[in-house]
């Protein structure tokens, strides 16, 4: 391999900056260490009788599971109502603000509304509860401090234990999401496997991923038909059949004979190839002189 340009090379940004900061394999293993014991401390204190109630209440939904949050809790809240999608479970995240602007039209009586706050004291959050229970959603609050404001004002609540934020100030929360985001994708695989859902199923909402393609897709749904192919005959001249070769999109010409009975391809690195041979020979030779058979 070649050596990156002088200016590029990243081998020892050190010694050309004198104020470039370091971290420690050993800080960083720590890190790594502590953030492990957080959610060792969340595995061993979750009350699995909550999760119980919470699961089969998702479950057991005749509408739409809602999930609503504000900043990192919002994005976790917001994955987690996709994944459910993804099983084929009806969901939506409902944003707090757009809710009190029109969108808790969307709420019904048979609705669940899963709210997502670290602290439960979330402004938008307290707001927005009311205003759903005048619309006689069911309300689950996902919390994880005990005896909060939103807990008490819902008709569940699941305490997320967190010993404490991985961050130095104990305020960043990066060890609360993480649970969050454990939490939720646990849940979302109890339902998936309570429901019974067949590999076929999920990958009916996964077409264009490769569970889908593997098992939706046949060959008759991703081929080309024959007036999408590059065809040619073998006695056709290479230089007549370069708007075929390129404008197809397959990289080669399907070399037939009068029946369509294929006799060889001729691709487009055989003709970077053969001009290279040939020269200006190329414009005399025929595509069944040089095709592969």
């Given at each position: 391999?070649g050596?990156?340009?002088?200016?590029?090379?990243?081998?020892?940004p050190?010694?050309?900056?004198?104020?470039?900061?370091?971290?420690?394999e050993?800080?960083?293993l720590n890190?790594?260490?502590?953030?492990?014991?957080?959610?060792?401390y969340?595995?061993?204190?979750?009350?699995?009788?909550q999760?119980?109630?919470?699961?089969?209440?998702?479950?057991?939904?005749?509408g739409?599971?809602?999930?609503?949050?504000?900043?990192?809790?919002?994005?976790?809240?917001?994955?987690?109502?996709?994944?459910?999608?993804?099983?084929?479970?009806?969901?939506s995240?409902?944003?707090?603000?757009?809710?009190?602007h029109g969108?808790?039209?969307?709420l019904?009586?048979?609705d669940?509304?899963?709210?997502?706050?670290?602290?439960?004291?979330?402004?938008?959050?307290?707001?927005?509860?009311?205003?759903a229970?005048?619309?006689?959603?069911y309300?689950i609050?996902?919390?994880?401090?005990?005896?909060?404001?939103?807990?008490?004002?819902?008709?569940?609540?699941?305490?997320?234990?967190?010993?404490?934020?991985?961050?130095p100030?104990?305020?960043?929360?990066?060890?609360?999401t993480?649970i969050q985001?454990?939490?939720g994708?646990t849940?979302a695989?109890?339902?998936m496997?309570?429901?019974?859902?067949?590999?076929?199923?999920?990958?009916?909402?996964?077409?264009a991923?490769?569970?889908?393609?593997?098992?939706?897709?046949?060959?008759k749904?991703?081929?080309?038909?024959?007036?999408?192919?590059?065809?040619?005959?073998?006695?056709d001249?290479?230089?007549?059949?370069?708007?075929?070769?390129?404008?197809?999109g397959?990289?080669?010409?399907l070399?037939?004979?009068?029946?369509?009975?294929?006799?060889?391809?001729?691709?487009d690195?055989?003709?970077?190839?053969t001009?290279?041979?040939s020269?200006?020979?190329i414009?005399?030779?025929?595509?069944?002189?040089m095709?592969?058979?």
């Open positions: 391999m050596s990156l340009p002088p200016s590029l090379d990243l081998s020892s050190s010694s050309k900056n004198p104020h470039h900061k370091h971290i420690s050993t800080t960083l890190l790594f260490k502590s953030q492990q014991d957080h959610l060792n969340f595995f061993q204190n979750l009350d699995l009788s999760t119980l109630s919470f699961t089969e209440t998702l479950l057991n939904s005749r739409t599971i809602f999930f609503s949050g504000v900043g990192k809790s919002g994005f976790v809240a917001h994955k987690i109502s996709q994944t459910l999608v993804s099983l084929g479970i009806r969901s995240f409902l944003s707090p603000l757009d809710a009190l969108d808790i039209g969307a019904s009586s048979a669940v509304l899963v709210l997502f706050s670290k602290s439960g004291s979330t402004e938008e959050l307290l707001r927005l509860v009311p205003c229970r005048a619309k006689e959603v309300l609050s996902v919390t994880s401090v005990s005896n909060n404001a939103l807990a008490n004002a819902c008709d569940m609540n699941v305490l997320l234990p967190l010993e404490r934020e991985l961050c100030f104990d305020l960043a929360p990066v060890t609360s993480a985001m454990v939490f994708d849940v695989i109890a339902l496997e309570a429901r019974n859902l067949t590999k076929e199923q999920y990958a009916a909402n996964h077409p991923g490769r569970i889908g393609k593997s098992l939706i897709f046949k060959v749904d991703v081929m080309k038909k024959q007036d999408e192919l590059p065809v040619c005959k073998e006695g001249f290479i230089m007549d059949q370069l708007v075929e070769l390129t404008s197809k397959c990289g080669c010409l070399v037939i004979d009068e029946e369509y009975h294929l006799l060889g391809t001729f691709t690195g055989d003709l970077r190839r001009l290279k041979a020269g200006e020979a414009f005399k030779l025929t595509v069944g002189e095709c592969n058979r």
